[in-house]
């Protein structure tokens, strides 16, 4: 479902057994920096405390993807293969009355994750609440406006030979309906991965499946999104991780923490991009090397999908 519930890690038994996508977890594409597979996660997501992994008061940066542009230097770091978008909030602008309006349809807490408050409930109580909710979803679908240079980002990666995949928890049918109105339902997106497939985010095993599906490794992958779901599952995969910035997630990209890239509007990823991802270098209490704060990184973000 949308990015911005209460987190959740997998969808209605109903659902998943009527799924078109695979369920099973992919294992991690050749070159995923995370090999192992997180604990579950639990169903309410926190900020984890910075124990561990921190930023100096001057933070220095080192590439992390090589420019796209082929008139800059060589960098030596990764090309960029393809870019992953959660869609609520990323692809569309934020509509934060749809959650209260799918918990008084469903008759969820607001303390309760909706997906899985709905997995609790009797068959015929879960079928209806459900349908309450994919009907909110397809309203929210058919009202959303999509952000900010979207299309002119979409342009720039289709002419530079970039793949783009989609990886939400909204259920497919919302997700069609944006896709359609906007003129995008036609290859541009491959694959589409919805709340069918389990599990969802925050963990990280819709990203390797796409990777695996783009026959790419992650370090060469770009995860796009608004919430905490988006960051974690990107840093937990390996990925580059942007956030799109809103009036509800500034905390997100304060420090660049879990964000490698923070953007206003879409179409700055341009220019990012063209010159290449810097990635701030963190460090580890203690000053530890390289491959310490890499694990740091890792266990950060396995850290919240234990929480």
Partial sequence: MADSFPKT???????????SQTSRPPLPPSGASLRRSPSPASNTMRLPSPRRLSLSSSPTTRPR??????????????????????????????????????????????????LTHIGTLPAPAAAAAMAAVQDIETQA???????????????????????????TRNCDGPVQVLLEREA??????????????V???????????????????????VMVGDSMDDMAAGRA??????????????????GSRW???????????????????????REVDGGEGA???QEAVKEEAEAVLRN
């Avoid at 890690?9 to 799924?19: F, G, K, N, Q, V």
Wanted: hydrophobic content about 45%; aromatic content about 4%; proline content about 8%.
């Fill in 9 to 19: 890690s997998s969808p209605t038994a109903a659902e998943a057994s009527s799924a």
């Fill in 65 to 114: 993807l090589a420019p796209l542009s082929p008139t800059r230097p060589a960098t030596g770091a990764p090309k960029l293969a393809g870019v992953i978008f959660d869609v609520d909030g990323t692809l569309t602008l934020p509509q934060p009355w749809m959650f209260s309006a799918m918990r008084r349809a469903a008759a969820v807490p607001d303390s309760l994750d909706i």
């Fill in 141 to 167: 679908m058919a009202e959303a406006r999509t952000q900010p240079g979207l299309h002119v980002l979409l342009k720039h990666l289709q002419q530079r030979g970039v793949r783009m995949g989609i990886l």
């Fill in 184 to 197: 995008l339902a036609r290859g541009v997106f491959e694959p589409v991965v919805t709340r069918a497939f």
């Fill in 199 to 221: 599990p969802t985010k925050p963990r990280p095993e819709g990203i390797w499946h796409i990777c695996e599906t783009w026959g790419v490794g992650v370090e060469n992958v």
């Fill in 237 to 254: 995969a390996g990925a580059v991780t942007v956030l799109v910035r809103n009036e509800r997630n500034k905390e997100l990209g304060e």
């Fill in 259 to 281: 964000a490698d890239v923070v953007v206003g509007r879409l179409d700055e990823l341009v220019d990012v991009l063209e010159a290449g991802v810097e990635e701030v270098v």
């Fill in 291 to 293: 491959e310490e704060v």
